[in-house]
């Protein structure tokens, strides 16, 4: 089950007044970015943060999921608490590098 509009946007108001944020659809599910810093996935209508050493106090006691088969487990974020909300983002965007862009590749004439 992919996310829906509907979630997306009730996501997006609960990050509304944190500065920098973005998001892009990533096959059928959105990658969420603060300053050009990926932090956040929403999948199937689940808002997921990676396990980071620098959340692990902060997120102790949140559960865990997989947001995509294969993918290594991941807290599961309450977005609906905006104050831990913004203490994640604000967390992640000091400890996240920017995402380097991937060079297409080129192919010459054979």
Same mark, same amino acid.
């Given at each position: 089950?992919?996310?829906?509009?509907?979630?997306?946007?009730?996501?997006?108001?609960?990050?509304?007044?944190?500065?920098?944020?973005?998001?892009?659809?990533?096959?059928?599910?959105?990658?969420?970015?603060?300053?050009?810093?990926?932090?956040?996935?929403?999948?199937?209508?689940?808002?997921? %943060?990676? &396990?980071?050493?620098?959340? #692990? *106090?902060? +997120? !102790?006691?949140?559960?865990?999921?997989? $947001?995509?088969?294969?993918?290594?487990?991941?807290?599961?974020?309450? %977005?609906? &608490?905006?104050?831990?909300? #913004? *203490?994640? +983002? !604000?967390?992640?965007?000091?400890?996240? $590098?920017?995402?380097?862009?991937?060079?297409?590749?080129?192919?010459?004439?054979?």
């Amino acid at each position: 089950m992919a996310t829906t509009k509907e979630y997306l946007d009730f996501v997006c108001t609960q990050l509304e007044g944190i500065q920098g944020v973005d998001y892009k659809r990533m096959f059928g599910e959105y990658q969420f970015y603060v300053n050009d810093k990926p932090v956040l996935l929403v999948c199937d209508n689940t808002v997921f %943060v990676k &396990n980071h050493l620098a959340l #692990a *106090q902060l +997120l !102790e006691d949140a559960p865990e999921g997989v $947001p995509y088969p294969g993918a290594k487990p991941q807290r599961i974020l309450d %977005v609906e &608490n905006r104050v831990l909300t #913004a *203490q994640v +983002l !604000e967390i992640l965007e000091r400890v996240t $590098p920017v995402s380097k862009r991937r060079a297409r590749k080129t192919y010459g004439m054979l």
